[in-house]
């Protein structure tokens, strides 16, 4: 069973940053997803395996950055210039097998999922 371990997550103000990491498997396909109160889980960026790769929400395009460092077996989301919106319940995610080049997107092709970390942006 492959375990996920989340770490960062926290309340800051608007316009602040915050940075995100999760143990990485090996080379799966990872990403993150979000639910914030009340709403439907969303995907928010994903990362193939190479390292290139890369998938993002609409709407945290140009603010948020998916990259991985496999030296370190570990995946980060630095999130920039937050929101309220962005406020919501982060989770790390992995698929169990895909090519090098590949990227997820949709909740139904996760295998493995981080225990989540809470960030709340507000002023």
């Known amino acids: 069973q492959v375990q996920l371990v989340q770490s960062g997550g926290g309340l800051v103000q608007p316009g602040d940053s915050l940075r995100l990491s999760c143990g990485a498997p090996?080379?799966?396909?990872m990403g993150w997803f979000r639910q914030a109160p009340g709403k439907e889980r969303e995907f928010v960026a994903s990362i193939a395996w190479n390292g290139l790769d890369t998938r993002y929400a609409d709407s945290v395009k140009g603010r948020f950055a998916i990259s991985r460092d496999d030296a370190r077996n570990t995946v980060y989301l630095q999130m920039n210039s937050l929101k309220p919106e962005d406020t919501a319940v982060y989770f790390c995610?992995?698929?169990?097998?895909?090519?090098?080049?590949?990227?997820?997107?949709?909740?139904?092709?996760?295998?493995?999922w981080g225990q989540g970390a809470q960030v709340s942006v507000s002023s």
């Open positions: 995610v992995a698929k169990s097998s895909g090519s090098r080049y590949y990227v997820l997107r949709a909740l139904d092709e996760c295998d493995y």
């Open positions: 090996g080379r799966y396909p």
